[in-house]
């Protein structure tokens, strides 16, 4: 979709493609795999599916990559698989009458892998690629995002990047701080500083 070459305390360039949830082929981990692991990790715990089996996160992406209103992406840190990314429309999709939509609204979810190593900087570049994705798209003209209001790690990258919090808002999973970036919130935050 969008290569990203970004700078500073993390260098590295990323890709993002259409996530394949289809069953894995002899010789070849699926998407549905990769994502398991990830998913299930405990780093992942916001992610609510600490208990999935394989055969959930297949079921759950398929149902994802059928609905009309929502995308699930692999994103590929110098071309091997990084994080998750989804894209949705908020007003059909997880903030279904539960915000005051705007045009050019998209909704936004981002799992970093867990890393072998941490690298400084990684999971900040990762955000920033994820915002550059989608504000590629010239209808998108602001990303809102519902995160658990005990996230603070969450909370802090998407700060950095330009979101605001607009309210804490009940979901029927968790209660969470709806927040919206637009473009410019997103261009200031990030033209210029050390990504």
Same mark, same amino acid.
């Given at each position: 979709?969008?290569?990203? %070459?970004?700078?500073?305390?993390?260098?590295?360039?990323?890709?993002?493609?259409?996530?394949?949830?289809?069953?894995?082929?002899?010789?070849?981990?699926?998407?549905?795999?990769?994502?398991?692991?990830?998913?299930?990790?405990?780093?992942? =715990?916001?992610?609510?599916?600490?208990?999935?089996?394989?055969?959930?996160?297949?079921?759950?992406?398929m149902?994802?990559?059928?609905?009309?209103?929502?995308?699930?992406?692999?994103?590929?840190?110098?071309?091997?698989?990084?994080?998750?990314?989804?894209?949705?429309?908020?007003?059909?999709?997880?903030? %279904?009458?539960?915000?005051? =939509?705007?045009?050019?609204?998209?909704?936004?979810?981002?799992?970093?892998?867990p890393?072998?190593?941490?690298?400084?900087?990684?999971?900040?570049?990762v955000?920033?690629?994820?915002?550059?994705?989608?504000?590629?798209?010239?209808?998108?003209?602001?990303?809102?995002?519902?995160?658990?209001?005990? /996230?603070?790690?969450?909370?802090?990258? /998407?700060? =950095?990047?330009?979101?605001?919090?607009?309210?804490?808002?009940? %979901?029927?999973? %968790?209660?969470?701080?709806?927040?919206?970036?637009?473009?410019?919130?997103?261009?200031?935050?990030?033209?210029?500083?050390?990504?």
């Amino acid at each position: 979709m969008t290569s990203t %070459k970004t700078t500073g305390t993390f260098t590295g360039t990323f890709t993002v493609r259409p996530m394949d949830p289809s069953p894995g082929r002899a010789g070849r981990r699926s998407d549905a795999e990769v994502v398991h692991a990830w998913v299930t990790h405990p780093r992942a =715990a916001f992610w609510m599916m600490g208990d999935a089996r394989l055969e959930d996160v297949e079921r759950e992406y398929m149902a994802i990559a059928a609905h009309p209103h929502h995308d699930a992406f692999i994103g590929l840190h110098d071309g091997r698989p990084a994080f998750l990314m989804e894209r949705y429309d908020p007003t059909e999709v997880e903030l %279904k009458g539960l915000y005051e =939509a705007e045009p050019g609204d998209v909704g936004m979810h981002f799992l970093v892998a867990p890393p072998e190593t941490p690298v400084h900087g990684f999971t900040r570049a990762v955000i920033t690629a994820v915002m550059e994705t989608l504000f590629a798209d010239p209808e998108v003209r602001r990303v809102v995002v519902e995160p658990d209001v005990t /996230n603070t790690a969450v909370q802090a990258l /998407n700060e =950095a990047v330009g979101f605001e919090v607009v309210r804490e808002i009940t %979901k029927p999973e %968790k209660k969470a701080l709806l927040s919206t970036c637009t473009r410019e919130q997103f261009e200031a935050a990030t033209t210029g500083a050390d990504r």
